[in-house]
């Protein structure tokens, strides 16, 4: 018994290993995900970061098949799902991929990535009031999302770099999550650049037209600052 229980200790130090490694290597994030199936043959975490890996890589062929095998093996599984949805997008196939990221959010709502990723399908399909949905969907659960709660409490502290930092490291890998992109507004009007806080605000309405508070905070930028930028624009 406590050999079985160090083996699956040593998988999940493994896998978190792994985990950890992808943002910075994936080329050997890939081969500690191979490593670990040659020791868990169909771990489904394992196979979830090997696909990954394949994609931050560059083998998309390769990460659809595993995502696409995990999907079927995993059927009750968001985040296999999820993932194949990814790579079917950026394979182009963007039906699929709607599909493949609705059935994500139905089996698991609080995803905000997946509800952020249907939006952008939506709009690439030009299904603007469907987007709209799943960003407002999105916007809903952006307060649970800690990789905005930190930017949020720099915002509320007055720590206007800190804020600024976090949220343009965030929108550089999620460029649509609207709820950031407020919040980069919040902080370019707060520092007096109130053009680039009227086209932060206006590519949210863009993107989410029933997203209230952006039109809000729209709506309260002087004129007069945003007059200049508009009459070159003319």
């Known amino acids: 018994m406590n050999g079985e229980a160090d083996a699956t200790g040593t998988v999940e130090v493994a896998l978190e290993h792994t985990a950890r490694l992808m943002a910075q290597n994936p080329a050997l994030a890939l081969e500690q995900a191979q490593e670990i199936l040659k020791v868990a043959p169909n771990h489904p975490v394992a196979l979830l ?9 560059g083998d ?10 995990l999907a079927d093996s995993q059927h009750r599984w968001a985040a296999a799902y999820f993932e194949w949805g990814q790579a079917l997008g950026e394979s182009g196939q963007h039906s699929e991929a709607t ?3 609705r059935r994500a959010v139905e089996l698991k709502p609080d995803l905000p990535d997946a509800w952020r990723s249907l939006g952008d399908l939506l ?14 969907r999105q916007l809903q659960l952006s307060t649970r999302d800690p990789r905005l709660q930190g930017a949020a409490a720099a915002l509320l502290e007055n720590k206007i770099p ?5 949220l343009r490291t965030h929108l550089m890998k999620h460029p649509t999550d609207v709820a950031a992109l407020r919040m980069l507004a919040e902080v370019a009007s707060r520092l007096g650049r109130m053009s680039d ?9 863009e993107l989410a037209p029933s997203f209230n508070p952006a039109r809000h905070n729209y709506a309260l930028i002087p004129t007069a600052a ?6 070159c624009a003319s």
């Open 123 to 136: 709009i690439i399909q030009g299904d603007a009031p469907g987007a709209d949905l799943a960003y407002a």
């Open 60 to 69: 998309l062929p390769a990460a659809l098949r595993t995502f696409k095998g």
């Open 162 to 166: 800190d804020a600024e930092a976090a």
């Open 99 to 101: 599909a493949a990221v």
């Open 197 to 205: 806080a009227e086209q932060l605000l206006l590519r949210c309405l």
């Open 226 to 231: 945003i007059a200049p930028a508009r009459r």
């Open 49 to 57: 970061l090997l696909g990954r890996a394949q994609r931050g890589t």
